[in-house]
C-alpha cells in the first residue's frame, strides 16, 4: 500500500474510528514511557556508596586532621 493509498484509506474513516485509533496509539506510546521510566529510575537514582561516619574526619580535607 503506497503512501497516498494510506491517506485516502485513513480519509475515507469514520471519525470515530480515527478517535479510537488515536487513543490506542497515545495508550500505547504512554505505556512505553512508563515502562522507560520504570526501567531507566535505578540508573537515575543511583547514589555513590555513602562511608560510614565514623570514617568521617572533621576536617573537609584528611591531610590537615590532627593525629
Not at 3 to 18: C, H, N, T, Y
Amino acid at each position: 500500500m503506497s503512501d497516498g493509498e494510506k491517506r485516502d484509506f485513513f480519509d475515507k474513516m469514520d471519525s470515530r474510528q480515527k478517535h479510537g485509533w488515536l487513543e490506542q496509539d497515545n495508550l500505547i506510546y504512554a505505556g512505553l514511557i512508563g515502562i522507560s521510566v520504570v526501567l531507566a529510575q535505578p540508573q537515575l537514582t543511583a547514589t555513590s556508596p555513602r562511608r560510614s561516619p565514623s570514617s568521617r574526619s572533621r576536617s573537609p580535607c584528611r591531610c590537615w586532621a590532627s593525629s
